[in-house]
């Protein structure tokens, strides 16, 4: 973008606050005797010409306001910027509950289990994942699997196959094999826990971590103001498809996502400490006078953490639910074997455990060693004679093996609890609509893909317990929600390269003075798209030197009042500087007599 063009309009529906703002703002200082403040020129000067000089005067008044409320508004959220939005990280929602509080995902695993299979909207392989999340050892179907021999046998010799599998899985007969807390659990860490986006959340950026980005613990999922104020719509998109940087996830959440958390009626209500007024700087393309904003960088705290009502939060939904969202897992395009025996243990050697941890055999492979893997269990079954049971049911560490009479049939080689539930579950996944029928217009194998549309499913976290997050978390690093103030209470206005600094009268003697301040990035708006509105790319160098060659620096990012980011240089009448502007092009800077303590007349040339 040419810096040279007018500047976007940012947020055009706050500018009618902003306006009210300002006009209180200054009647303010006029009620309070303060000088006059100048006016800014209707249409900045042309260009300079090589050789060409003009003068400027910069004035630092301030207007600290204490205690200041300023009420944000789900609309006012909604006109930041798009980069504001998605870098202020609210809190990580908890998917799984404890003590007996179920969350989103266990509400949402309930809900898949209650679907009807008569649905008309569901597919056949969607009928068949019902079907295998239910089946209990009384509805199980173990056809075209290795126990379906034995099991077929022993109603003829007067055992129930339920009784069999429930005395194996540990479990009641009208108890489903994987429980909601295994599924969970393994949804949790394969499916959701390996997507780059919910892996890492923004923060605040430091020395140590300048990018600013930080883990999340597996089991949550970091929602930004972005998603609260869209509804959760972003969460279709952020937790979509990843290809980026040789790294791929299918992405878990498709198609349309709705939960309102934040009301129409919702309110943030601040209280702030602020200079009122902007910084006033110098543009040196043509040595015009603009803004640069104060909020969050004007040496003072911008919000008192030890006054309880700093932050209010009103009109979050004291039941949120999740009004609609569609979750997906994917099947593998090859099938898996059962492990060749024991070792490696305690998982065997089946190549289930090479999959992608988001592919569907993954998931119940984890959920079945989750849920048997310490399964210890031996039991005889007898007919009449006490002497000579018919079989023999062993398992050691989740470990099965059958032992029969010569004459009873063929057992079933020994295998893992979990391998029998991926080979349950490759088995059943693939039928077709008929599941008593042979495999007539079956599931293609690698084609048995999931996606649930789930409506009303409860968050599981209650309105204050949301508010306390997002308070404690945005006094853990409120730099995010600075950025933010400063978008809606934005001060700033034409293209400066540098501005005037003074420091508050309370600072320590050694800094007090003016200081000129050379552009940093942060100081620049951005737009929707998150781009600087003008790039500040094009310095061939920042900062401020001794010479128009450039060589020899007199700038440096000496600490004054906290301010370690901008290059800056103290300056006194007399001085003479030289820097470059976002063009490329050499001006002197001469520091003329100062009119009064609060200003400075600055002499800007162009010398190439």
Same mark, same amino acid.
């Given at each position: 973008?040419?810096?040279? &063009?007018?500047?976007?309009?940012?947020?055009?529906?706050?500018?009618?606050?902003?306006?009210?703002?300002?006009?209180?703002?200054?009647?303010? @200082?006029?009620a309070?005797?303060?000088?006059?403040?100048?006016?800014?020129?209707?249409?900045?000067?042309?260009?300079?010409a090589?050789g060409?000089?003009?003068?400027v005067?910069?004035y630092?008044?301030?207007?600290?306001?204490?205690?200041?409320?300023?009420?944000?508004?789900?609309?006012?959220?909604?006109?930041?910027?798009?980069?504001?939005?998605?870098?202020?990280?609210?809190?990580?929602?908890?998917l799984?509950?404890?003590?007996g509080?179920?969350r989103?995902?266990?509400?949402? #695993?309930?809900?898949?289990?209650a679907?009807?299979?008569?649905?008309?909207a569901?597919?056949?392989?969607?009928?068949?994942?019902?079907?295998?999340?239910?089946?209990?050892?009384?509805?199980?179907?173990?056809r075209?699997?290795?126990?379906?021999?034995?099991?077929? @046998?022993?109603?003829?010799?007067g055992f129930?196959?339920?009784?069999?599998?429930?005395?194996?899985?540990?479990?009641?007969?009208?108890?489903?094999?994987?429980?909601?807390?295994?599924?969970?659990?393994?949804?949790?860490?394969?499916? /959701?826990?390996?997507?780059?986006?919910?892996?890492?959340?923004?923060?605040? $950026?430091?020395?140590?971590?300048?990018?600013?980005?930080?883990?999340?613990?597996?089991?949550?999922?970091?929602?930004?103001?972005?998603?609260?104020?869209?509804?959760?719509?972003?969460?279709?998109?952020?937790?979509?498809?990843?290809?980026?940087?040789?790294?791929?996830?299918?992405?878990?959440?498709?198609?349309?996502?709705?939960?309102?958390?934040?009301?129409?009626?919702?309110?943030?209500?601040? $209280? %702030?400490?602020?200079?009122?007024?902007?910084? $006033?700087?110098?543009?040196?393309?043509?040595?015009?006078?603009?803004?640069?904003?104060?909020?969050?960088?004007?040496?003072?705290?911008?919000?008192?953490?030890?006054?309880?009502?700093?932050?209010?939060i009103?009109g979050?939904?004291p039941?949120?639910?999740?009004?609609?969202?569609?979750f997906?897992?994917?099947e593998?395009?090859?099938?898996?074997?059962?492990?060749?025996?024991?070792?490696?243990?305690?998982?065997?050697?089946?190549?289930?455990?090479?999959?992608?941890?988001?592919?569907?055999?993954r *998931?119940?492979?984890?959920?079945?060693?989750a849920?048997?893997?310490?399964?210890?269990?031996?039991?005889?079954?007898?007919?009449?004679?006490?002497?000579?049971?018919?079989?023999?049911?062993? /398992?050691?560490? &989740?470990?099965?093996?059958? %032992?029969t009479?010569?004459?009873l049939?063929?057992?079933?080689?020994?295998?893992?609890?979990?391998?029998? #539930?991926?080979?349950?579950?490759?088995?059943?996944?693939?039928? &077709?609509?008929?599941?008593?029928?042979?495999?007539?217009?079956?599931?293609?194998?690698?084609?048995?893909?999931?996606?649930?549309?789930?409506?009303?499913?409860? *968050?599981?976290?209650?309105?204050?317990?949301?508010?306390?997050?997002?308070?404690?978390?945005?006094?853990?690093?409120?730099?995010?929600?600075?950025?933010?103030?400063?978008?809606?209470?934005?001060?700033?206005?034409?293209?400066?390269?540098?501005?005037?600094?003074?420091?508050r009268?309370?600072?320590?003697?050694?800094?007090?003075?003016?200081?000129?301040?050379?552009?940093?990035?942060?100081?620049?708006?951005?737009?929707?798209?998150?781009?600087?509105?003008?790039?500040?790319?094009?310095?061939?160098?920042?900062?401020?030197?001794?010479?128009?060659?450039?060589s020899?620096?007199?700038?440096?990012?000496?600490?004054?009042?906290?301010?370690?980011?901008h290059?800056?240089?103290?300056?006194?009448?007399?001085?003479?500087?030289?820097?470059?502007d976002?063009? &490329?092009?050499?001006?002197?800077?001469?520091?003329?007599t100062?009119?009064?303590?609060?200003?400075?007349?600055?002499?800007?040339?162009?010398?190439?």
């Open positions: 973008m040419n810096r040279r &063009g007018a500047r976007p309009a940012l947020n055009a529906a706050l500018c009618g606050r902003r306006v009210a703002r300002a006009v209180a703002l200054l009647g303010a @200082i006029a309070a005797g303060c000088m006059p403040i100048p006016q800014e020129p209707p249409v900045p000067p042309g260009a300079l090589v060409e000089a003009r003068e005067e910069l630092a008044i301030r207007l600290d306001v204490s205690n200041f409320e300023e009420v944000v508004t789900k609309a006012d959220i909604l006109a930041l910027p798009q980069s504001v939005r998605d870098s202020l990280w609210l809190q990580d929602l908890d799984t509950g404890d003590s509080t179920p989103l995902l266990d509400n949402a #695993m309930a809900a898949i289990r679907l009807k299979l008569d649905d008309p569901l597919t056949q392989s969607e009928r068949n994942m019902i079907r295998l999340l239910n089946m209990t050892p009384d509805t199980s179907d173990l075209r699997t290795q126990l379906e021999e034995m099991l077929s @046998i022993a109603p003829k010799v129930a196959a339920e009784e069999v599998l429930a005395d194996a899985a540990g479990i009641g007969v009208e108890q489903p094999f994987l429980s909601d807390q295994s599924l969970t659990e393994a949804v949790v860490a394969g499916v /959701i826990g390996t997507h780059p986006n919910a892996q890492q959340r923004p923060g605040r $950026k430091t020395a140590s971590n300048p990018d600013g980005i930080y883990p999340v613990a597996r089991g949550l999922l970091p929602v930004t103001l972005e998603d609260a104020a869209s509804d959760m719509a972003s969460l279709s998109v952020r937790f979509g498809e990843f290809q980026q940087g040789g790294r791929y996830h299918p992405g878990f959440m498709v198609g349309t996502t709705r939960a309102e958390i934040l009301s129409d009626d919702f309110k943030m209500i601040l $209280k %702030a400490n602020a200079n009122a007024l902007p910084f $006033k700087g110098v543009d040196l393309t043509n040595a015009s006078r603009g803004n640069v904003s104060s909020i969050g960088k004007d040496g003072g705290e911008l919000f008192d953490f030890s006054d309880p009502d700093w932050l209010r009103e979050l939904n039941d949120a639910v999740v009004e609609e969202m569609t997906q897992i994917l593998h395009p090859d099938a898996f074997p059962n492990s060749a025996g024991p070792l490696p243990s305690p998982m065997g050697n089946s190549p289930v455990w090479t999959a992608p941890p988001w592919t569907l055999e *998931i119940v492979a984890e959920a079945g060693f849920s048997f893997a310490g399964r210890n269990f031996s039991r005889q079954y007898f007919l009449k004679d006490p002497a000579q049971p018919l079989f023999t049911l062993t /398992i050691e560490q &989740g470990y099965m093996s059958v %032992a009479l010569a004459n049939g063929s057992p079933p080689p020994p295998m893992f609890m979990w391998d029998l #539930m991926l080979e349950v579950a490759q088995a059943r996944l693939h039928d &077709g609509p008929d599941p008593a029928a042979p495999a007539v217009d079956a599931i293609p194998e690698g084609e048995g893909h999931v996606r649930f549309t789930l409506r009303d499913v409860p *968050i599981g976290v209650a309105s204050a317990q949301i508010a306390h997050a997002i308070r404690t978390n945005l006094e853990d690093d409120p730099s995010s929600l600075i950025s933010a103030a400063g978008s809606i209470l934005d001060q700033r206005a034409g293209q400066p390269d540098f501005f005037l600094y003074q420091p009268s309370t600072a320590p003697q050694d800094v007090q003075g003016d200081w000129l301040y050379f552009i940093h990035p942060d100081d620049i708006p951005t737009g929707d798209d998150g781009l600087p509105v003008w790039a500040p790319t094009g310095y061939p160098t920042s900062g401020f030197y001794k010479g128009p060659e450039l020899e620096k007199i700038s440096d990012f000496t600490d004054v009042e906290g301010d370690v980011s290059d800056k240089v103290r300056v006194n009448e007399g001085d003479v500087l030289y820097c470059a976002h063009e &490329g092009a050499i001006f002197r800077i001469d520091v003329l100062k009119p009064s303590p609060a200003r400075l007349t600055l002499r800007v040339t162009r010398v190439m």
